[in-house]
């Protein structure tokens, strides 16, 4: 079944015309045809006029019919009438711009006499209802936002009314990104019959086109003034238990900019915040300022906020941050070195950053002579240095040396115009070299073990590699590797869209139970594994991991940006779509087009006809 419908129902208004041309035709007054003799005596101001007021009878001539039929064509064809199945439903793909520009703040005049805040975001949504009320009652539409992987916001083909309260959660939180991913997802929603609609904040008339030819985009942007938090770190210092906040705030405006910032924290069981500190400045436009803060230790978590007459997006004036907890690494030298070699050792421990030195059992990195068997343990460290054959004459190299450059351990190592003595052979353990020369293995990793055990094949004392720089630099090295590696987080803030990583205390093999992610707004279940990598996080905010009732790790995550907290090039506009959608596009496959072209043909036709008639009717005249 098909039914038919108008593109432009305004254009039915020219049907108007109909009961005009029929009433010309009524009050038309037809005279009865008179001979005489001499046309010359009959004077133009004596001759009647050929309408009058009186109304006669409807005369149905040819020319009366051409002219209805020629008028009633044009109608149509100002009307665009479409013929579609019943059963179509018309289909918009919308597809949302999740920049965190959307979230912008512009003032609007409200019913009363004071000015409104309201944010890039509200205003696509008010189009987008505008859009969806235009078209019929039974349209479906699919919402996609963009982001470095395009989410589905609402749908498939899902009523307004649903669609509409799927926004309510909408909060664009995206750096710079690419659009392209959601674009290639909405046309293959799309189909061949939907249209595309993508809602952003910016667009420029004058460029070349983007996006695809069938979507058509709208920008509901305005350029602003803002002022943003760019950086912020918090570090903690053991020695004096005080930390250290270390800020940069940005004016994006055109204008000089008064600011203020506040630190703010709360106390377990407190109702009411607590000021850490305040400060005021003044900041020229596109100027930025570095802050440093100092703050007592103990705080926990601490939210800090940016106030300003001239900021309009509060997304990147906010922070909130979750103090270091740094976790000193233990250290354990085992028995069995000379004098020499354990002064050396002990000095290198001296200058490792947060690290000391703690017995066997409690250690996280283990330092042995080569022929001590290694313990072992999940997650423990072991480097053994020394010969692993003591019978062995030992040998003396000059390089060169080959690095596994790709493993961590060896970052920022060179080994340039080192001497390296007390090399011996290796015995049966399973090795895979690090450092090598030749075929003399130098520095190795063992397999076969739980533990994570390193052999340097070396006689500290009479090497060169301890006065070198490098020796620092492996041991720091191995040091970072042996904290990464434990429990826990290492990082406590994050920007945005940033990797997180960190190992974890797995239960019982019997247990059940699931690390799960608590966010702001939603709760997810992580897969158990020793290493949790989280999925990105996209939304501002304090996460927290959770095994059972265990809190695992907390942290924060803030959005810094600095293109989106750039709110000038913000502006209003549209760009129509390239390439209209089927009933619309003139193919001559499609038979609304084959219609018009019929429509055409006989509205030419009936104007020619009408012409054809009034001209005989003259010529007849003419003769008599």
Known sequence: MWGLSFANPWGLLALLSLPGIVYLHMFHRRLPRLEIAGLHLWSLESQPPSSGRRREKLPLTWSLLCELLAALLISLLLSQPRFTPWDRVPHVVVV???????????????????DQQTSLRALAIAHLDGVMGNLARNAQMTILRTGRRPTLVAGPNVSWEEAKGA????????????????????????????????????VDEEAEPIGPKRMEIVAVGKGLPNLAITTANWSFDPQTLSGQIYLRIKNYGVTQASYRVVGTTQKEGAATLTQVFESTETLEADAELPLQLTVPGGIGELTIRLESSQDCLPLDSKVELIEPKPQRLTIAIAEGFEESWLEIIKRTISILPEVQVGQ?????????????????????FWLGIGGLKPEQTPVGLLGPYLLEKRNPLLDSVTLGGVIWAGVREPDERQLTPLISSGSKILFARQFDLQTQAYWLNIDLAGSTLVDSPDWPILMINLVEACRVAQPGLKRWNYRNNERIRFAIDLPDEDSTELPRLIGPSSTRTLPS?????????????????TLGESSLARFAVNFFDREESDLKGLSTGRQESREVVDPQTLDLSNLYTTIIMILLIVLVAAILADWYVLGRRKALGARS
């Open 167 to 202: 926004l309510v959660d909408w909060s664009p939180e995206e750096g710079v990104h690419d659009f392209n991913p959601a674009w290639d997802l909405a046309m293959e929603l799309a189909g061949d019959e939907g249209t595309m609609i993508f809602l952003t904040d910016h």
């Open 360 to 380: 066997l059992e409690d250690a996280q990195l283990v330092i042995a002579p080569a022929n001590v068997p290694v313990v072992s343990r999940e997650s423990l």
């Open 96 to 114: 949302l711009d999740n920049s965190a520009s959307m979230l912008a703040e512009v003032e609007t005049l409200s019913e009363g006499t004071e």
């Open 529 to 545: 594994s020793e290493i949790v990598e989280l999925p990105v996080v996209d939304q501002s905010g304090v996460y927290e991991v």
